[in-house]
């Protein structure tokens, strides 16, 4: 984002606090900041957007990129007498660069005939474009399992298409993306709903590898990659009862699938040289996180009301300690919070809606540059309101120190322009009496590098902070 564009999106993101105007109208001089600093970028939260209203049941971020999957359910609240009602449910894919919503996919039960369609979730392919659906359909009678149906469905964001799939079972399947792999990883659900040992690749394009069986007595779990990134490990383990021992022994079995032929290897030990997930993972670690802590808002007739507030928080944050976090939202929902992994935009939830704050990025320096442009902007219009004031009040500066931001608001009537500026003056109240206004400093306004001070003749003088 350039300069210009910056200094704009810092123009809307100063004005808006949270989603809705009652929130709005809560604004004030000692606000928290919207801007987040790291050592080397500076982010800046925008103006709320709304993106959906209804209920909704998730949402999955892109591994990389500005995407995001919306599952919304229409469905009517259930009652007493009907306990699982009949409606539809919507998949929207949010677009943070271009912050738009666009309806991708659409599921309608059929009352006629008693049966619903949920969508069972949605899992992006690394480093892709792509996203599998996951949609189940069957009776209303969540104990009838043994009739529900599965399908799976290939997402293209750029081509807005789904493709249906033919998996290589009749049976379910669970998908998960795995680190350090371009394909899922898809596990065949038995007949009572728990996992088999029968496994299989899914690519990009949505086609299946041959399925393939682990042994072993208990669960398997994947647990990492060969050095060479060629084989996926599995692991297992069983305990062993030995006579003349309490405690069972422990015992570890490894086995290694190859990705290419799906070939099936036992080990006979632990490989010492394995990559394990959180090693194999190439995606760039975010320098920001989201964090939720409870705050009170005053609001008419001063009543006090708790509140879930959601912070944007730099994870090695730069020198400005109030750029260390920053408030994205007042009120939400903490359970359904998405960072999109580009850092883009943060959505959230509340009240049955979905929100979008979008965030801008700007290195450090520029960043900096653009900081001391708007400080001394303001220090400016302060020091008119100072002269302005004086010319008033017979040549005479305010009288109370304390309320000088209160005094000089009507010539600038803009709590943002007064909002960081610290009064230090401590001479005489007559302009006339000050020996030299110059050089006489009535207070400053500070910023990343530095200050701008506002003198007594109501200019303006930018001080770097020192060099340690």
């Given at each position: 984002?350039?300069?210009?564009?910056?200094?704009?999106?810092?123009?809307?993101?100063?004005?808006?606090?949270?989603?809705?105007?009652?929130?709005?109208?809560?604004?004030?001089?000692?606000?928290?900041?919207?801007?987040?600093?790291?050592?080397?970028?500076?982010?800046?939260?925008?103006?709320?957007?709304?993106?959906?209203?209804?209920k909704?049941?998730?949402?999955?971020?892109a591994?990389?990129?500005?995407?995001?999957?919306?599952?919304?359910?229409?469905?009517?609240?259930?009652?007493?007498?009907?306990?699982?009602?009949?409606?539809?449910?919507?998949?929207?894919?949010?677009?943070?660069?271009?912050?738009?919503?666009?309806?991708?996919?659409?599921?309608?039960?059929?009352?006629v005939?008693?049966?619903?369609?949920?969508?069972?979730?949605?899992?992006?392919?690394?480093?892709?474009?792509?996203?599998?659906?996951?949609?189940?359909?069957?009776?209303?009678?969540?104990?009838?399992?043994?009739?529900?149906?599965?399908?799976?469905?290939?997402?293209?964001?750029?081509?807005?298409?789904?493709?249906?799939?033919?998996?290589?079972?009749?049976?379910?399947?669970?998908?998960?993306?795995?680190?350090?792999?371009?394909?899922?990883?898809?596990?065949?659900?038995?007949?009572e709903?728990?996992?088999?040992?029968?496994?299989?690749?899914?690519?990009?394009?949505?086609?299946?590898?041959?399925?393939?069986?682990?042994?072993?007595?208990?669960?398997?779990?994947p647990?990492?990659?060969?050095?060479?990134?060629?084989?996926?490990?599995?692991?297992?383990?069983?305990?062993?009862?030995?006579?003349?021992?309490?405690?069972?022994?422990?015992?570890?079995?490894?086995?290694?699938?190859?990705?290419?032929?799906?070939?099936?290897?036992?080990?006979?030990?632990?490989?010492?040289?394995?990559?394990?997930?959180?090693?194999?993972?190439?995606?760039?670690?975010?320098?920001?996180?989201?964090?939720?802590?409870?705050?009170?808002?005053?609001?008419?007739?001063?009543?006090?009301?708790?509140?879930?507030?959601?912070?944007?928080?730099?994870?090695?944050?730069?020198?400005?300690?109030?750029?260390?976090?920053?408030?994205?939202?007042?009120?939400a929902?903490?359970?359904?919070?998405?960072l999109?992994?580009?850092?883009?935009?943060?959505?959230?939830?509340?009240?049955?809606?979905?929100?979008?704050?979008?965030?801008?990025?700007l290195?450090?320096?520029?960043?900096?540059?653009?900081?001391?442009?708007?400080?001394?902007?303001?220090?400016?219009?302060?020091?008119?309101?100072?002269?302005?004031?004086?010319?008033?009040?017979?040549?005479?500066?305010?009288?109370?120190?304390?309320?000088?931001k209160?005094?000089?608001?009507?010539?600038i009537?803009?709590?943002?322009?007064?909002?960081e500026?610290?009064?230090?003056?401590?001479?005489?109240?007559?302009?006339g009496?000050?020996?030299?206004?110059?050089?006489?400093?009535?207070?400053?306004?500070?910023?990343?590098?530095?200050?701008?001070?506002?003198?007594?003749?109501?200019?303006?003088?930018?001080?770097?902070t020192?060099?340690?």
């Amino acid at each position: 984002m350039n300069r210009r564009n910056f200094l704009c999106f810092l123009g809307l993101g100063a004005v808006a606090l949270t989603t809705t105007a009652t929130l709005a109208r809560r604004q004030s001089r000692s606000r928290p900041p919207r801007i987040v600093t790291t050592k080397t970028n500076a982010y800046l939260i925008g103006k709320i957007e709304p993106v959906l209203t209804g209920k909704i049941e998730e949402v999955a971020p892109a591994p990389t990129g500005r995407y995001a999957i919306i599952t919304q359910d229409l469905r009517p609240e259930p009652t007493d007498d009907v306990k699982e009602p009949f409606g539809e449910q919507k998949l929207w894919v949010y677009d943070a660069l271009r912050r738009t919503t666009k309806l991708f996919h659409r599921v309608q039960d059929d009352s006629v005939k008693g049966i619903q369609h949920r969508m069972g979730g949605a899992i992006w392919f690394p480093d892709s474009k792509k996203v599998i659906l996951q949609q189940v359909s069957g009776p209303t009678l969540l104990e009838e399992k043994s009739l529900l149906s599965y399908a799976l469905g290939l997402m293209d964001v750029d081509r807005s298409a789904v493709r249906w799939l033919t998996p290589p079972t009749n049976k379910m399947l669970s998908i998960q993306g795995l680190p350090g792999i371009p394909v899922l990883l898809c596990q065949e659900i038995g007949a009572e709903f728990e996992p088999t040992k029968r496994y299989c690749f899914l690519s990009s394009d949505g086609v299946f590898g041959p399925m393939f069986t682990i042994g072993g007595e208990s669960p398997l779990f994947p647990s990492g990659l060969s050095v060479d990134r060629k084989s996926l490990l599995f692991m297992n383990t069983t305990f062993r009862r030995v006579v003349g021992q309490e405690k069972p022994q422990r015992e570890d079995h490894w086995y290694a699938v190859r990705l290419s032929d799906t070939q099936v290897t036992a080990l006979k030990e632990k490989p010492q040289d394995r990559i394990p997930f959180s090693k194999a993972d190439t995606k760039p670690k975010l320098p920001l996180t989201i964090a939720a802590d409870t705050a009170k808002l005053t609001g008419g007739a001063g009543r006090i009301a708790n509140t879930n507030a959601l912070w944007l928080e730099a994870i090695e944050p730069g020198p400005e300690k109030k750029f260390n976090r920053a408030l994205v939202a007042a009120e939400a929902d903490s359970q359904s919070v998405q960072l999109l992994n580009d850092l883009s935009a943060v959505l959230y939830t509340h009240d049955d809606a979905l929100y979008a704050a979008p965030i801008a990025s700007l290195d450090r320096v520029a960043f900096e540059k653009m900081m001391k442009q708007l400080a001394i902007s303001n220090a400016k219009q302060t020091g008119l309101a100072l002269m302005m004031y004086a010319q008033d009040y017979d040549e005479n500066f305010p009288h109370d120190p304390g309320n000088v931001k209160e005094a000089i608001f009507p010539y600038i009537k803009d709590n943002d322009t007064l909002a960081e500026f610290v009064y230090t003056y401590k001479g005489p109240l007559d302009l006339g009496k000050v020996e030299k206004p110059s050089e006489t400093a009535m207070g400053y306004i500070p910023s990343p590098g530095g200050r701008a001070v506002v003198y007594a003749d109501g200019h303006v003088k930018w001080e770097p902070t020192p060099e340690k």
